[in-house]
């Protein structure tokens, strides 16, 4: 792959998207590499995953301006379409996805960091959806979960005066859960994503699956959800594991992901 590399760190899998001359902006191409890279990872072995951008300066720094500025209007469609359905793949990824932003992520930056279950980063990073100074709207999905994360009002802000965030106010406001000094952002990375592959992997698969889901309904719903997904565990291996080593007073857990 030219644009994205991965590399397995035993049950942690780590994307880097990597176009440096570009601030890793998304093309078609790095879109395309992302969606395949995906469909690669292996799901018995890995646990969670780690999503960063090459360098020091920037995360991704959007949709490409270059590539995008002379679609056709089917073009467009097909390009939104293309970015949306991998970062829907993203969201909908069985095993939780980091994104640890290390540096510019504004637009389609802002918008692949949001479709992470989690997202640290580094004190230079920078956030922001500064589409309508384009004179577009932002287009992958950025209206919808900006203002999921945030709420509509400071969503509302960011999006309509294209105003730009800092690390600190974007922790200050919740759209990221920690920020770091740049050196330390991939060892923490790594450390919160090593805690997650140390649990039931199903047990936290079906976590995912029942935030996400719920979070789509209502509570009445969004409980019954959780009351499948928390039966299932039931008849996994890792349940009795779990709650075996508990009862024994034994530290070391063995989950085989069954
Ligand atoms: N696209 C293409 N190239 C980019 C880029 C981008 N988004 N961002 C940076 N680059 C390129 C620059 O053109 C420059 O290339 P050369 O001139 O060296 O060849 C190189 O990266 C270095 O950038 P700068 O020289 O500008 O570096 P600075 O440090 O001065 O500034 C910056 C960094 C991140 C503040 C600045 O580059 C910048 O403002 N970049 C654009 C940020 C931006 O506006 N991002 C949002 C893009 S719009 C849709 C689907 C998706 C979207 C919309 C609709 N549908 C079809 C449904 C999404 C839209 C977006 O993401």
Same mark, same amino acid.
């Given at each position: ?43 018995? @072995?890995?646990?969670?995953? !780690?999503?960063? *951008?090459? $360098?020091?300066?920037?995360?991704? +720094?959007?949709?490409?301006? /270059?590539? #995008? ?61 500064? @589409?309508?100074?384009?004179? !577009?709207?932002? *287009?992958? $999905?950025?209206?919808?979960?900006? +203002?999921?994360?945030?709420? /509509?009002? #400071? ?104």
């Amino acid at each position: 792959m030219e644009f994205v590399t991965y590399e397995a760190e035993g049950q942690i899998g780590l994307i880097t998207i990597c176009r440096p001359k570009a601030l890793n902006a998304l093309n078609s191409a790095v879109l395309g590499e992302l969606d395949e890279v995906l469909d690669a990872v292996d799901l018995e @072995e890995i646990r969670a995953l !780690i999503l960063t *951008g090459s $360098g020091e300066k920037s995360f991704v +720094a959007g949709a490409d301006i /270059a590539e #995008m500025s002379s679609l056709t209007k089917a073009e467009g469609e097909a390009f939104g379409k293309k970015g949306n359905d991998v970062f829907r793949k993203l969201e909908k990824f069985p095993i939780p996805v980091i994104a640890a932003v290390n540096g510019f992520a504004l637009g389609g930056g802002c918008e692949i960091a949001m479709s992470c279950d989690i997202r640290i980063c580094s004190e230079n990073a920078m956030f922001g959806q500064p @589409e309508v100074g384009l004179g !577009i709207t932002p *287009g992958f $999905g950025g209206t919808q979960r900006l +203002a999921r994360l945030i709420g /509509a009002g #400071m969503a509302k802000e960011m999006i309509y005066a294209a105003r730009n965030i800092s690390a600190e106010e974007a922790y200050r406001i919740g759209l990221v859960n920690k920020v770091y000094p740049q050196e330390e952002l991939m060892p923490a990375a790594r450390k919160l994503a090593t805690s997650i592959a140390r649990n039931a992997p199903i047990a936290v698969r079906n976590s995912k699956k029942a935030i996400d889901e719920g979070l789509q309904t209502d509570i009445d719903q969004a409980i019954v959800i959780e009351e499948k997904l928390f039966g299932d565990c039931f008849e996994t291996a890792d349940q009795k594991e779990g709650m075996s080593a508990f009862l024994e007073r034994r530290k070391e857990k063995n989950f085989i992901n069954k």
